[in-house]
């Protein structure tokens, strides 16, 4: 019996794990993909540091909040370029 439970743990476990690691597709709309690709590029921009291109996609009056502040456009900006973060 214990043998069987164990067996079926196993098994469930594999089956879960395995289906885990199947690609799934999305398919986009144009809309949703433009979305998607500013997103990717936002987060490489910031990686590259390249705030002159996060400029003109942050609004002027946006605000950025994290566990430890809140700051303006430019404070982001600013730590973004240095690297503070």
């Given at each position: 019996m214990k043998q069987s439970m164990l067996a079926l743990c196993l098994l469930i476990i594999t089956v879960a794990a395995s289906?885990?690691?199947?690609?799934?597709?999305?398919?986009?709309?144009?809309e949703e993909q433009e979305v998607v690709s500013l997103s990717k590029d936002k987060w490489q921009w910031m990686a590259d540091k390249n705030v002159d291109k996060l400029a003109t996609?942050?609004?002027?009056?946006?605000?950025?909040?994290?566990?430890?502040?809140?700051?303006?456009?430019?404070?982001?900006?600013?730590?973004?370029?240095?690297?503070?973060?």
């Open positions: 289906h885990a690691q199947t690609a799934i597709t999305t398919t986009y709309t144009k996609l942050f609004h002027d009056q946006s605000k950025f909040v994290h566990m430890s502040g809140t700051w303006k456009k430019e404070e982001k900006l600013d730590i973004i370029k240095t690297g503070s973060i």
